[in-house]
Structures are given as structure tokens and as C-alpha cells.
């Protein structure tokens, strides 16, 4: 079976089309997945252009193949504008006459130095993502957000700050740990969000015991230790309630802004109340409330059972003077373990939900933006 170490160094002559730069070295082959003998990878296109797609396409098919490997599944994205800017590159003029890609920018190499993470001149949104009680879709909805703001071209970082309850990873289909590069972890990227979790360090699903230091410890090293490059967005799936955690994630980050996820249930909006008042009284701003299992929808009849009960996400914001930003239906992805890109829980971005998931990142894009 081929490495991902092998794989790049094949591929590392395949060569963006207009600026001849090689792929690897962009890093524009993203998300790359190996399973025994099938690969699959997204590339990152500076334009949308379905003969220059092909021919790339035919090109890392062909050097894989002569490398062994015939099953290969390909994904092309376009890059978002803050992409071409870090990579330093410009748009051809062709994309430029029919206003598809920007005009020339003079930006950042790929081998700049950032400003840390937590510098508030870095630029970085934090979003903390909470809730009352444990079993409401929280870890669901952070990994769904943080897909969607990448679908938008945004450059997302996610921490799977639950230490105790790490689910991330398994969320996410990733089964490859982080790299060491020059003494700094890299986070695994996957669907675009680069990703850094406890359970990369856990053998055999075995539990944390560790108190409350330790857990601060490890939060801050997540955030010191680990080069994530430039980002848009820093998203972090916090503990379900009020513990150690969330606490060390509001001193540490007094510019965070927060989302509550609660049931339509009216306990479970009571309790996600306390989350959304300690934001409040950290003076942290509360973006909105997310519902999550509102319904559960019908396949053949297109009914809806409101199985938990109505109406707590709207109380709940109404309580911390905030928007409702979705109702999200009780309801599983329709991924298959076959798939290249296999996921337990990422809705693609074609399907109602994954629709939902992105009007909600067009909702915080816009309200970062306002503030």
C-alpha cells in the first residue's frame, strides 16, 4: 500500500496549469485518503476550467497508476481568493476578463512565518461552539459548521476542545495522526478544516483521566505547539456545561464568540441557558442558538414529527437575546463506508442538511463581518 509520503513525492511533478507550480508544493492536493490500494484526494483549481481539469485529472491518474495504484477518486474545488493570496499567485486573464478569479495580488509566500493563533492581530474568528448538556448534536454541529464555512472558501481550523469526550476524528473519517514538521505538530486537514484533537494521542479509545490543570495544559498546547498556518476561523467544540474548560477557553480568548446548540426540549434548553449566560457574563458574545433534532421528517410522506418537543431553540435565544440561526432535523448523513471520502457524520453539500449548514456559515461570515 502506498504512504501519503510516497504519494506526494509522485505527485510532486504535477504542476498547477497556469503558474506551473507544482501542486504538492501549493499545497493544493488536499484531503488525501488511502485505503488499501484506493486513493482518494481533492485538488485545488485556480480556475474552473473543465479541459485544464481533465488534463490534471489524467495526469495524477496516470503517476499513480504507475506507482500501483488504480483506484483513485478525485475531488476539484476552486480556490477562494484568500487561497490565491497565500499561495502568491494570480489569476490567468482569461479568468480575469470574465471576472472569475481576481486580479493580480501580491501576497503572502507559502513559507511566511504567521502571527501565533491566539495573537489578536492574526485575524482569526474563534467561535466556541456549547451546550448545556451532553447528547444534543453539539460535536455534530461544530464539524457540519466548520465543512460549510470551508465549502465558502474560508480558511477553518477546528479544536475538539471535549478532551474527555474527543469525537472529531471518527466524525470526521480521518484514521491518519498528525505530522511533526520542524518541532511543530501539523494538524490533519480533512473537508478543508484542519483539525487537531486528543484523540490523535489515545490508543484504543481508552479514557482521559487527567484534572483540571492538565486539561489547560493541553488546550494551551493546541493552540502553541501547533502550526495551523493562516485562518479565517478557529472553531472549538467545547465540553457540554460550564467546567474547566470552557473556562480556560474564555480567559485564554477573551475575543471568542460563542453558539449554543440545544433540543427542541425544553430541559435541554434550560440547561444550555447556563452555557449562554457564563458567555454573557465573560462578555462573550452569543452569535446565535442552533436546534438541533428539531423534527424528524418523513422519507416518503414528507411529514414532520417534532419527537423532542417544540419550541426551546426559539425561547432560548429569546433568553440571551440572540437569533435562532437553524432548525436542523433528527436525521443521519447518507454516506456509505465505501465511499473515498466516507464520513459517520459530514453531510454533503448537495443535501438539505448540508444546505442548512451552509446558510448558517453564511450567517456567521456575516455577522463577523458586521462586528
Not at 464520513?343 to 453539500?349: H, L
Amino acid at each position: 500500500m502506498i504512504t501519503k509520503e510516497q504519494l506526494e513525492a509522485v505527485l510532486r511533478p504535477v504542476a498547477e496549469p497556469a503558474s506551473q507550480r507544482s501542486l504538492i508544493e501549493l499545497q493544493w492536493i488536499r484531503d488525501i485518503m488511502i485505503k488499501e490500494d484506493r486513493v482518494s484526494l481533492t485538488v485545488v483549481c485556480l480556475e474552473k476550467d473543465g479541459n485544464l481539469q481533465q488534463k490534471t485529472a489524467e495526469e495524477i491518474r496516470f503517476r499513480l497508476a504507475e506507482a500501483g495504484v488504480e483506484d483513485v477518486h478525485l475531488r476539484f474545488r476552486e480556490a477562494s481568493e484568500l487561497e490565491i493570496e497565500q499561495a502568491g499567485l494570480r489569476a490567468s486573464s482569461t479568468a480575469s476578463a470574465t471576472g472569475t478569479a481576481s486580479s493580480s495580488i501580491k501576497g503572502h509566500g507559502a513559507g511566511l512565518e504567521h502571527l501565533p493563533v491566539l495573537d489578536p492581530e492574526s485575524g482569526v474568528n474563534f467561535i466556541a461552539i456549547a451546550s448545556g448538556k451532553g447528547g444534543v448534536g453539539k460535536s455534530t454541529v461544530t464539524v457540519n459548521l466548520a465543512v460549510a464555512l470551508a465549502r465558502l472558501g474560508k480558511r477553518v481550523g477546528l479544536i475538539d476542545a471535549d478532551i474527555y469526550g474527543f469525537s472529531v476524528p471518527d466524525m470526521m473519517g480521518i484514521e491518519t495522526a498528525p505530522a511533526i514538521e520542524e518541532g511543530s505538530i501539523l494538524p490533519v486537514e480533512r473537508f478543508g478544516v484542519k483539525v487537531m484533537s486528543m484523540g490523535f494521542f489515545i490508543q484504543d479509545n481508552n479514557p482521559v483521566i487527567w484534572r483540571g490543570p492538565m486539561l489547560g495544559k493541553m488546550l494551551r498546547q493546541f493552540f502553541n505547539d501547533v502550526n495551523w498556518g493562516e485562518l479565517d476561523y478557529m472553531l472549538l467544540d467545547l465540553p457540554p456545561g460550564t467546567g474547566d474548560i470552557a473556562l480556560d477557553v474564555h480567559q485564554m480568548i477573551p475575543q471568542s464568540r460563542e453558539i449554543i446548540v440545544t433540543t427542541p426540549h425544553a430541559t435541554a434548553a434550560f440547561v444550555a441557558a447556563r452555557a449562554g449566560a457564563m458567555a454573557l457574563k465573560t462578555e462573550h458574545e452569543v452569535l446565535g442558538v442552533v436546534e438541533n433534532m428539531a423534527y424528524y421528517e418523513c422519507s416518503a410522506c414528507g411529514q414532520k414529527d417534532y419527537v423532542f418537543g417544540r419550541g426551546g431553540g426559539g425561547r432560548l435565544a429569546e433568553t440571551l437575546h440572540t437569533g435562532l440561526l437553524a432548525q436542523i432535523p433528527l436525521s443521519a448523513p447518507d454516506n456509505h463506508p465505501s465511499e473515498p471520502d466516507f464520513s459517520p457524520s459530514v453531510y454533503k453539500a448537495d443535501t438539505p442538511v448540508g444546505q442548512m449548514y451552509i446558510d448558517v456559515a453564511q450567517k456567521v461570515i456575516d455577522q463577523c463581518k458586521e462586528d
